[in-house]
């Protein structure tokens, strides 16, 4: 299994002196243009596996603007799969077109099967699952998100040994693979912050399943009112941080983690002296679409 990526860089992020902390972001957007940031990371032993085991296709879950789904097509056109993506949302049949994930995802060979939102929230029992089998016959798995033992192993790469050196590493959180990797490859001295893009308690269940250590929390406030919600106050400061650092942050996971940072730290919450790694993890695909919904409700779009 071969990729062409590019060695991830920590990127300093200019801060006031007056707030006392480093803050250093690590560019996991740049290892590969399509298959980018965490999807890579979780990706990545999930296809040797399917690889070794035999299989010919790939299916997965997601919905509308999935950077999951994406990362998948992308994937599977660049080592020989077929793909399959199960997409939440009947409706979104005729919409392929005017939708830059799935227009996207078509062209990099993903064939699709949509489903409505009340039999999408079955996609993980046994009997939906037989149904799919009957269906496309052979396939190797990869959950909603791509999240399993699988990719929490390629996740524990996300750290190198220079790494060890923060006190604090922040992530975005979605189906709790990326945190749990970083959480199993941390250092015991360092404290884990995961920024949910989603409401709900349930994900300390999730990750759980996957870590021993202690040393991790959740920073629940930054959702913006649930998962691909957003406002004005958020696509201003995509913008302006991109004006600032020349970097794009994705509306839906690593903006959101990084405007609850800046808050944290205008609120004195690290201790000064912290030494801040935030991950960057990729998503940029999602752009384009969040700005066409932005557009129809006529509100400022995110700069690319």
Not at 29 to 39: E, I, R, T
Not at 140 to 163: M, Q, R, W
Not at 208 to 222: E, G, R
Request: glycine share 10%; net charge positive.
């Amino acid at each position: 299994m071969n990729f062409d990526f590019e060695k991830t860089s920590n990127q300093h992020i200019p801060l006031p002196e007056k707030s006392g902390v480093e803050l250093l972001i690590k560019r996991e957007d740049q290892l590969h243009a399509f298959v980018s940031g965490n999807k890579y990371r979780k990706l990545k032993y999930n296809l040797k596996e399917a690889e070794q085991l035999g299989f010919k296709t790939l299916l997965t879950f997601g919905g509308a603007f999935s950077n999951h789904i994406a990362a998948v097509a992308s994937a599977g056109y660049i080592l020989g799969f077929k793909t399959i993506g199960v997409i939440r949302g009947e409706e979104l049949y005729g919409e392929i077109e005017h939708n830059p994930t799935l227009r996207f995802a078509r062209d990099h060979g993903m064939q699709f099967k949509f489903v409505p939102r009340d039999v999408y929230r079955e996609k993980t029992s046994e009997g939906f699952l037989n149904e799919l089998k009957q269906e496309f016959k052979d396939f190797y798995l990869i959950p909603e998100g791509g999240t399993n033992a699988l990719a929490v192993k390629g996740c524990e790469e996300i750290l190198s040994e220079d790494d060890k050196n923060f006190d604090v590493v922040c992530c975005a959180v979605g189906t709790g693979g990326t945190i749990s990797g970083l959480i199993n490859s941390s250092k015991p001295s360092q404290q884990i912050l995961g920024f949910p893009a989603l409401k709900g308690s349930f994900l300390h269940e999730d990750i759980s399943k996957f870590v021993a250590k202690s040393n991790w929390n959740l920073i629940t406030d930054y959702h913006f009112g649930g998962y691909a919600k957003i406002n004005s106050e958020l696509v201003r400061f995509l913008n302006a941080f991109k004006f600032d650092n020349g970097i794009p942050l994705d509306p839906i996971y690593t903006g959101k983690m990084m405007y609850g940072i800046f808050d944290l730290i205008n609120k004195n919450y690290f201790p000064r002296g912290s030494r801040i790694l935030a991950i960057h993890t990729g998503g940029l695909q999602g752009i384009n679409g969040m700005n066409a919904f932005l557009k129809k409700k006529k509100l400022p779009l995110i700069q690319i």
